[in-house]
T-cell receptor, first 113, second 112 residues
Framework: GENVEQHPSTLSVQEGDSAVIKCTYS??????FPWYKQELGKGPQLIID?????GEKKDQRIAVTLNKTAKHFSLHITETQPEDSAVYFC????????????FGKGTKLTVNP | NAGVTQTPKFRVLKTGQSMTLLCAQD?????MYWYRQDPGMGLRLIHY???????AKGEVPDGYNVSRLKKQNFLLGLESAAPSQTSVYFC???????????FGNGTRLTVT
């Protein structure tokens, strides 16, 4: 089955710096890669997703890149702000249902003012 | 529009007790899921449902049962709680597969 590895487990940056979180996946048939942000005491919330027919996707300060050959994808946050502090999860799945969605173990991002 | 609502928010059980966690969504979603979140383990799927009256096992189903009698509700039951079931439980729903999941705010369960 699918296995998703996420690095780093913790990341601390200064406000205004960029943050990069990387994930690798094992199933070459995976074609959907969402990223979720979880704030303290709340459930995860989708912030961006990418499908395998696209190499990069941007939404304001957030971007995701996908390298299908290497089977890895990354989340890039530019101009970080204190409100970006949260736990971020990557996930991967193939066609067939969200029940196939496999999550990484999460990255705790701290943005220091 | 409340989205996904989970009740209760917190619960403490003694080993062997039973309880039911309720998940309700008002988005008319077909798919609903129960996950557990443990430190350093990410989110693991317990059970899921692809429509009213259907349920299926996920990655970690042992010790749990579920029911989806109404489209908007998905219940997670623990018949005989064990300390290993201490966790934060999240319910999620989605319109169709490989669409964004909408999560509730979780239920923190402690089994002593």
């Amino acid at each position: 089955g699918e296995n998703v590895e996420q690095h780093p487990s913790t990341l601390s940056v200064q406000e205004g710096d960029s943050a990069v979180i990387k994930c690798t996946y094992s199933d070459s048939a995976s074609n959907y890669f969402p990223w979720y942000k979880q704030e303290l005491g709340k459930g995860p919330q989708l912030i961006i997703d990418i499908r395998s027919n696209v190499g990069e996707k941007k939404d304001q300060r957030i971007a995701v890149t996908l390298n299908k050959t290497a089977k890895h994808f990354s989340l890039h946050i530019t101009e970080t702000q204190p409100e970006d502090s949260a736990v971020y999860f990557c996930a991967a799945s193939r066609e067939g249902g969200s029940e196939k969605l496999v999550f990484g173990k999460g990255t705790k991002l701290t943005v220091n003012p | 529009n409340a989205g996904v609502t989970q009740t209760p928010k917190f619960r403490v059980l003694k080993t062997g007790q039973s309880m039911t966690l309720l998940c309700a969504q008002d988005m008319n979603h077909e798919y609903m899921y129960w996950y557990r979140q443990d430190p350093g383990m990410g989110l693991r799927l317990i059970h899921y449902s692809v429509g009213e009256g259907t349920t299926a096992k996920g990655e970690v189903p042992d010790g749990y049962n579920v029911s989806r009698l109404k489209k908007q509700n998905f219940l997670l039951g623990l018949e005989s709680a064990a300390p290993s079931q201490t966790s934060v439980y999240f319910c999620a729903s989605t319109r169709q597969y490989n669409s964004p999941l909408h999560f509730g705010n979780g239920t923190r369960l402690t089994v002593t």
